[in-house]
């Protein structure tokens, strides 16, 4: 093709790139004090998700990404690459910090300028992102093995998150529900929900709130020798790099088991420090046994018409049980009517009252870090048929919870909004426009002039380039 017919063939193209714009130029909305409002889809690259550019320089230092990727073998044949499985990885993760919970999603957003720079593309002239087929492909490769190696390499993640060995931890676990609604493998129908469901584990650090790992389960409710083997496997690899830890296992009535109070005994006659606090369902005998405190709470309440709550701790042997433990009742009563609740626990050397209020009921914030995880991150959207493909896209959204609780700890701590939902999170530090334009030389990034949250992003990007240097 000559010269000329390639400055022909340019001219017809512009051509047609100006019609399709100008096609889809204006829009008459209401005037506002007399002069005409029109809008258009004509504006240069702009991003809806500006705040994802963070997300790249935390990734190369927590790295919860890499070390997904670095447990699953690529199948492909390398001649026919164009996406590694780190790059779809983080495609994956970052559009579900985003809000973009589908693999649908991804076809919509291949040509996003912020996602492309925050995957390592160029914007504009970067190849387009992985497809929802692609990303499809990629959930459904990870082998049992391998999906046994990522749950190791979050808690690994954990343990690197401390720049020291902690003088304490606390284990907190529940589980919550995830409905499906297909044939997908092993959901089975839960009564208490009233859904077919699957019932994955959520296992989080009680005073920072900092992801451990998720395990997803069929959808009944955990049985407590199947959690104890989890987290025997679980304190047995934290061990090998927290030597001298207190590690404190923490959880409601269904994860009281025999297996662990016995095996915590045991761990500490061997200076190992694990201990538990559980909920514990309660019984006739427990009941007999509180049944004197109790009738004096009613008899208080009915006399003064005050509100009672009254503690009292004794010790209690179950038949299946190896030892006697350590039982704390509260009681309760009020207008409302009497509640008795019981919790069991190893630790002899703290007053009845602080272990539970301090200690059983500080499990309550694990309840907030299972809400972030599951309704303002979509950890629930288990659409895949195969089971193990659900688990490894519960690992992925499980990423972007890490990723999120790092940066949120990191950036809003000191401004006393430490305790924002990840939704407002998002809302205010991603959720941010920005203009990308990409010269020969560098690529220009433009945030609103407007911008609400300009002092705390740019204190954040003056850290991450400290770092940098």
Known sequence: MSFSENKITEKVLTAQKDASINSRRLFDLQPIDNKRVEASFTASEISSDGGLLLFRDLERQIGIIKAIVSCIEDPRHPGYIQHTLEEIAAQRVYQIAAGYEDANDCDLLRNDTILKMSIGRLP????????????????????????????????????????????????????TNSDTHGAQQLTLYNHYYGEHCYMPLHIY??????????????????????????????????????????????????????????????????????????????????????????DSCEREFNRYGKFVKRYHSFSYKAGSWKNQQRVIVKVEVSDKGTNV??????????????????????RGNMELNIKDHKTYLQSD????????????????????????????????????????TMKTFRERIIK??????????????????????????????????????
């Open 432 to 469: 941010i426009a920005a203009q990308v334009t990409e010269l020969k030389t560098k690529i220009k990034v433009e945030f609103p002039a407007s911008c609400p949250q300009t002092e705390l992003l740019e204190n954040y990007f003056l850290d991450i380039g400290q770092l940098r240097c």
């Open 124 to 175: 504009m002239t970067g190849k387009a992102l992985a497809s929802q087929p692609t990303m499809t492909r990629f959930e459904n490769t990870p082998t049992v093995k391998e999906l046994y190696n990522i749950a190791y390499a979050f808690a690994d993640k954990f343990i690197e998150s401390y720049p020291t060995e902690p003088p304490v931890i606390i284990i907190d676990c529940d589980d």
């Open 205 to 294: 650090e009680g005073l920072s709130g900092k992801l451990i790992t998720t395990i997803l389960k069929p959808g009944r409710r955990s049985k407590s020798a199947n959690v104890f083997g989890i987290l025997k496997r679980l304190i047995t690899h934290v061990r090998e790099s927290w030597k001298n830890t207190v590690i404190i296992v923490r959880g409601d009535s269904h994860f009281c088991s025999k297996e662990l109070m016995d095996w915590c005994i045991d761990q500490e006659q061997d200076k190992a420090k694990v201990h538990f606090i559980t909920g514990l369902t309660g019984n006739s005998t427990l009941n007999s046994m509180v049944k004197d405190l109790v």
């Open 381 to 420: 959207r288990m659409s895949c048929n195969s089971f193990h493909a659900n688990q490894f896209r519960l690992f992925l959204h499980s990423a972007a919870y890490v990723l999120m609780h790092t940066l949120q700890g990191r950036m809003l701590k000191t401004k006393g909004l430490g305790s924002v």
């Open 341 to 362: 609740r019981f919790i069991v626990t190893d630790l002899l050397e703290y007053r009845a009252k602080a272990l539970y209020e301090q200690g059983y009921c500080g």
